[in-house]
């Protein structure tokens, strides 16, 4: 991750002084893997057992079937988060956005994998920009 961060440091600068922006692809393949290995293991291992058990009336909506649940998993990167609400709660929808083209594809691979394909779609756009079925 450190040599992803290297590479993109001009980029990032130019961005500073522009107030524009870098994108994801700017910071390679080494970057997208290393916060997967960082964030996955505590996604799938604590998102449902502590982190929305924590939150006692997201739970309870989340477990309600009538009428189920849909979340939005906003920047959801190579999909284990959608996965991990999927899983866990067997009637939710889950739709990741997320801006990364390679992540996108990513996360499609992953939920298809983890049998949940049929619950969790994943789109590439600005979730601040366009609503789903609307041009970016």
């Not at 893997?33 to 964030?39: D, E, F, K, P, T």
Request: hydrophobic share 40%; glycine share 8%.
């Amino acid at each position: 991750m450190v040599a992803s961060l290297r590479q993109a440091a001009p980029a990032v600068l130019e961005a500073f002084r522009t107030g524009g922006g870098v994108r994801c692809a700017a910071y390679g393949e080494d970057m997208r893997s290393g916060i997967v290995r960082l964030n996955r293991p505590m996604i799938l291992h604590q998102l449902a057992t502590q982190w929305i058990p924590a939150m006692p009336d997201i739970q309870a909506r989340l477990q309600r079937t009538d009428p189920p649940s849909r979340v939005a998993d906003l920047g959801c990167g190579s999909g284990w988060s959608s996965i991990a609400l999927a899983s866990a709660y067997p009637a939710v929808a889950v739709d990741g956005i997320d801006l990364d083209e390679a992540s996108i594809a990513e996360a499609r691979r992953n939920a298809e994998r983890a049998r949940v394909g049929d619950r969790v779609r994943f789109d590439c756009r600005d979730a601040g920009r366009s609503r789903p079925g609307r041009a970016v």
